[in-house]
Every structure is written in C-alpha cells, then in structure tokens.
C-alpha cells in the first residue's frame, strides 16, 4: 500500500472493523414509529478508530493555513493569530453569555466593549466608535449611510455622486450603489496617487463624499492626502477612509487628525483574526465630530444613573442598528486582547515591522518583479509580472509558488496594474522566510524562462493539480480531479 496516498473511508473499509463501541443503553427502549423505522441497513464505511484518526488527520494537514506556511497575500492580509487571544475568546464569562442576558448581568462584556471603542477612536484619532459592522464591507456601508443621513439631515439632498479612486477596494463602489449613490471612478496619477487636478475638475455640488483608501491598494501613503481631503471637503463632501490598510500606521498616523470624517476598522486583520474562508470578521466605524452623532447604535457608554456601570445607547441621529446583539463579540474580544498585548508602542512596532518587511522583500526582487511605482512601500507591494519570459503570466508563477510550499501573493489586483503581483509579508515574518521567498521567486522566474512549459502546468505536487479557474466558482465539483 502507498502510505502517501489519501484513500477514501470506503476504499479502507473492511467489514467487521469499527472505530467506536456505544456503550449499552441504561434507558428503557422505545418502539419507532414504523414509518420512521429505516427499512435498509445503511452503507457506512467499516474502519477501525486509528485508521479513522489517520485519515481525517491527513485530510486537516491538506489545508494550507498561516499556522504551517507563509502566506503573503496582499490587500486581506492572513496574519498570525496569537494564541493568546484564543484563549481570552474562549472564557466562558465571554463565550457563554447569551446575548439577550441583562445588562446588569453582562457587565464585563459591556467594560470590555467600552473599552475598546475609546482605544479605537484613540488609535485612529476619531470622537466616536462603533462596534456594530460585521466586515469591512458592511463598515462601508454604514459610513455611506452615515454620511448620506448626514447631508439629508441638512436638507441638501442634491449629492447624488460618491467619488471613487481607481485603486479602491472592488467592495468601494458596491457599497456606495448600495447605499443610493452613483460611484465616480477617479483617476491615480503618474505616481500612484489620487490625480489631485482631476478631483478639483469633478468635485462640485453634486458630490456627497469620497472613499479613501490609505495606504491605497497599490501599497503607497497618499502623498496628497491632506489637499485632497480640503477638496472635497471645500465642495461640501465629506471623507471616508477604508481603513483595510490601517496595519500599515497604526500608532504613526491619526486618520481622523487628518481629516476624515468616518473610516472603518478591519479588527480582523488589523487586530488579527483568523478570516479565511470569508469570515469571522468585524468592521468597526469611527466618526469625527461631524458624524459621530449618526453612527450605528447601539454602542457602549457610561450608565447616567452610576458612574460605575455600562449601558447600551444609540447615538442621537443614528442610521440604526446594522448587526444583531452586539456584533461579532468573539472578534471583539480577540481584538481588545491584541490591543492590551501589544499596546501603544507594541502596535506602532507591528506597523513598522509591516513596512519594514515589505520594503526588504521589494528591495530584494525589484530587479526580477520590478514595483509598478517604483517607490518606498507600505504594508505591501504590487509589482508586475510583465517582463516574465514570453507567454508566461503572474498566474503561472503563482501557481508554481504552490509547488514550493508557498501560498501565493494575491494576483491580478489592483486592475490598474496589468499582470498585477501583490505581496504582503505581514509584521511577524522571520527574516529567513523573506529570504527563502525571495530566493523562490528569483529560481521561478528563471524558471520561466528556460521551462515555460513548467510553469504552465503547475502546481505539481499538490492534490490538486491546475484547475479551470472559471469552472472551479461555475461548477466545483472536485471528484474527477483529486488525485485519489
């Protein structure tokens, strides 16, 4: 038998083997319904308990996870997860409480979320946090909601357009349409930032506000970024920051000392949670005083009655409530744990580690994957794949990635930048995995060049070879390509 092959529990089944034995029952029997009653024996895979341990153990190790390989994917960054907040997360004070209990009763979790909210608001330079969006993405929208509720509140009505830079989030847009507003896509400049004379051309009477990421998805600090928000900021607009990116300045940079009026936080990446496969997440948005009255209620303040005591309260002019109970609590308290490990100078370390990292890393493969703005970095950096050998594209070496032991970076995004590679290696990288990276990419680029073909057909070591990218979201059926 081939010990590296993964079997199926059919293909180890033998009649007679069994994992487990009940226990007899000390209950009396009942008879079922005969209708119910099942009329065949089921077919069950018949293994005994280390076959069965062996093979689900085999099947975990096939997940590729930060906790066994770098991950460098840029824009939604899989950061390590200290353990330590595992543990906090899991408290029973805090995983067993139900959400409908008493405030009285749910104290600490009401001191935590307090807490958290002023250290937010602290971080980023705002006068108020709510803790209520689920993602990123829905942090958008209420910050769209937010600032629509605003100019409606002041009876000008007529902002029906929300700018939009062309190296935003793709979620940018989406959330601007969904809150009623027509997205207006803003040109980059010749060296990556908003085209500051193209927004003084579109920002007029009709502009409710713009969205801003910074560091933008292209891994640079706006260079402009103070003009651009007096910009839009002269013509009645007002500012919204994605904060996806705020790993990159966090205890350097005060988004809301800058000018914006409401950003949101991505807790899970920020503030490290696990979140691949689409979740857990929490979005977080912070106001400035010119919106700090209409942020999703209910948030967390001090009771009128006792100085000493929480209580819930939704703001003035709130657009509402946007998530049940109190958001994604477990999160929350992951977050607040990173937040107290680190604190103010930790955080500002893991920023500057961030930049460090990815600075190094470009620095050491800008002469094979040259930066498409060949510029200091933040958090990431997005070079183009297109001076790889002659039919040969970013996929490709992704995927040969693969074959190495690497995840691979995310590709083609931002759209801006054709045969896009963005690399983002996080603050808690060694130097040695940097290297080795870097050492990887240069032996897949030679690669190319003298086998493209290999290139092409990879990954080749892995369960699952090349997949039709298209046919994989339309129809994932996996049974024919597992190399069983």
């Known amino acids: 038998m081939d010990q590296n092959k993964i079997s199926s529990l059919w293909e180890l089944s033998s009649s007679g083997r069994r994992a487990v034995r009940v226990p007899a029952s000390d209950v009396p029997k009942a008879e079922l319904d005969e209708k119910l009653a099942r009329k065949v024996e089921p077919e069950l895979p ?12 085999r099947l975990s190790t096939l997940n590729y996870s930060i906790d066994t390989r770098f991950y460098p994917l840029g824009s939604c960054t899989m950061k390590y997860n200290p353990r330590l907040n595992e543990q906090t997360a899991r408290m029973a ?9 008493p405030e009285s009763l749910v104290q600490g979790n009401l001191e935590l979320l307090y807490e958290l909210q002023n250290g937010l608001s602290e971080l980023a330079g705002f006068k108020a946090t ?56 803003l040109p980059s400049d010749g060296r990556g930032n908003i085209d500051l004379s193209k927004l003084k051309e579109l920002c007029d009477e009709s502009i409710a506000g713009i969205m801003i990421t910074n560091p933008n998805t292209l891994g640079l ?9 007096e910009t839009v900021h002269a013509c009645g607009g007002l500012v919204y920051g994605d904060g996806a990116n705020l790993n990159a300045i966090m205890g350097v940079v005060k988004p809301g000392e800058l000018g914006f009026d409401v950003m949101h936080y991505n807790l899970h990446k920020t503030f ?27 948030i967390v303040v001090v009771s009128e009655d006792d100085p000493d005591s929480y209580t819930l309260a939704k703001p003035e002019k709130s657009i509402g409530r946007l998530k049940g109970f109190n958001g994604n609590f477990g999160v929350l308290v992951r977050a607040y744990t990173y937040f107290l490990s680190l604190g103010g100078n930790g955080l500002r370390d893991a920023s500057e580690s961030a930049v460090l990292g990815a600075n190094y890393l470009m620095s050491k493969v800008k002469d094979i994957l040259p930066p498409w703005y060949d510029r200091i970095c933040m958090h990431e950096f997005v070079s183009s794949g297109q001076n790889l050998a002659e039919g040969v594209h970013t996929m490709d070496l992704a995927k040969r990635l693969i074959d190495y032991g690497f995840h691979p970076p995310t590709v083609y995004f931002p759209l801006i ?3 896009a590679l963005m690399v983002e290696p996080t603050e ?57």
């Open 272 to 298: 490290s949670t696990p979140h691949g496969g689409g979740g857990p997440g929490a979005g977080p948005v912070g106001a400035a005083d010119s919106l700090k009255d209409f942020l999703p209620g209910p």
């Open 221 to 229: 600090f706006e260079e402009q970024i103070i003009e651009v928000i």
């Open 93 to 101: 004070g805090f995983a067993a409480s139900h959400p409908y209990a």
């Open 130 to 185: 709510s803790l209520q969006p689920a993602a990123g993405a829905h942090g958008e929208l209420a910050g769209v909601l937010m600032i629509k509720k605003y100019h409606v509140s002041r009876g000008d009505k007529g902002r029906t357009r929300f700018l939009i830079p062309d190296s935003a989030h793709g979620t940018n847009p989406a959330s601007v349409a969904m809150g009623g507003f027509e997205a207006v896509e």
């Open 417 to 419: 930048v054709p045969e």
């Open 428 to 484: 808690t990288e060694s130097l040695e995995i940097l290297d080795a990276f870097a050492d990887t990419l240069r032996i897949i680029v030679k690669e190319s060049q003298e086998n493209p073909q290999l290139l092409h057909d990879a990954p080749h070591r892995e369960m699952v070879s090349r997949l039709d990218e298209v046919m994989a979201v339309k129809k994932p059926v996996l049974r024919d390509i597992l190399r069983l």
């Open 46 to 57: 018949e293994v005994s308990e280390l076959d069965l341990i062996r093979h689900y153990t």
